[in-house]
């Protein structure tokens, strides 16, 4: 049987990634797949694993940059209605892995839940959120979490609870090959104090990032708990640009792409952010943006 016998309704060829990422940039996908179910998505990922496929998973695509030559293998994407299931459970909200990170939000403030209000205007999937330790200075997702459903590269299905999920700065130890869901625990409080609280969070993130669709998350992690965006805006390099990549002047941690850009220009404007911090401020950067 090949690799794509049986699954061609739900695997495309040469898909441009281009429109599914936040940058806008960057080349196709050998092969991307839109599951409908759990079933079609264990098929295609034991697939893959035989056939030695490389396999990515594509949530948002709000803190990743396409290269301009694509990506080999399966990029699997999980929009279907089956994986973005939300639902409340008592104290707690169960979240597939392709719900958006912003409505799992609303949805628990709407129910007076708190926990999770600080995490209002970060893009992303819920499953790109645990798989980064998404969240602010206030607080991120992985404290909350108390379970989390996930598959293997050879396509079994796990679940993780309690110690065996570790979660630090920005990162998880939630290294499977797919997400597919997770509960977070969550604390009862009054609706309209949550919602005030979310409200205040949304107008200071307004305020302090470019938040379109034009550039994706923050680019680099913060060294030691010290602002990336405070060094570069300190190192002068806010308005830089090589090509159509710009830091952006809101805030420096940031890149914005425009017109013309292609993802070599970020990839080049990285590089020089990150020598220029190295050389003016003594200190290295890490990467949070993932670059495929
Ligand atoms: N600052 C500057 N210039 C800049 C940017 C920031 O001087 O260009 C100063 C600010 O004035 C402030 C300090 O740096 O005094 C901290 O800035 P901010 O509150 O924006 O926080 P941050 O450390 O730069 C972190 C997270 C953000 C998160 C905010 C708010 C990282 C890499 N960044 O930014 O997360 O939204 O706190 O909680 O952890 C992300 O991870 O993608 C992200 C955007």
Redesign the pocket.
């Known amino acids: 049987m090949g690799l794509l016998t049986g699954l061609e309704n739900i695997v495309r060829c040469g898909e441009p990634l281009a429109m599914h990422a936040w940058f806008q940039l960057g080349g196709p996908a050998e092969y991307f797949a839109e599951p409908e179910n759990i079933d079609q998505l264990v098929e295609l990922i034991r697939r893959c694993h035989e056939e030695d496929v490389e396999m990515r998973i594509l949530g948002q695509g709000s803190?990743i940059l396409v290269r301009d030559e694509g990506v080999p293998g399966m990029v699997i994407h999980l929009s279907a209605p089956a994986f973005c299931d939300i639902r409340i459970e008592g104290r707690s909200i169960v979240a597939g892995a392709g719900a958006l990170l912003g409505r799992t939000v609303t949805t628990t403030v709407n129910r007076g839940l708190a926990g999770l209000e600080?995490l209002i205007?970060?893009p992303g999937t819920v499953g790109g959120a645990l798989h980064g330790n998404?969240?602010?200075?206030?607080g991120n997702i992985g404290q909350w979490t108390i379970n989390a459903t996930v598959i293997t590269t050879s396509g079994e299905i796990c679940q993780r609870v309690g110690d065996e999920l570790v979660f630090g700065?920005?990162q998880s130890n939630l290294d499977d090959l797919v997400i597919l869901e997770a509960g977070c625990e969550l604390e009862e409080d009054d609706p309209k104090a949550l919602a005030r609280r979310m409200q205040k969070q949304w107008i200071?993130?307004k305020a302090?990032?470019p938040m379109g669709h034009q550039c994706?998350?923050?680019v680099?992690?913060?060294p030691r708990g010290?602002?990336?965006?405070?060094l570069?805006?300190?190192a002068g390099l806010?308005g830089t640009r090589i090509g159509g990549a710009v830091v952006?002047d809101?805030?420096?941690?940031?890149i914005v792409s425009e017109p013309e850009c292609t993802s070599q220009d970020v990839l080049r404007l990285i590089d020089l952010i990150r020598s220029q911090v190295r050389d003016r401020m003594g200190v290295d950067m890490e990467l949070?943006l993932e670059i495929w």
């Open positions: 803190n600080s205007g970060i998404a969240g602010t200075r206030s700065y920005r200071v993130k302090s990032q994706a998350g923050c680099f992690k913060n010290v602002s990336a965006g405070e570069i805006d300190r806010k952006s809101r805030h420096a941690n940031f949070e």
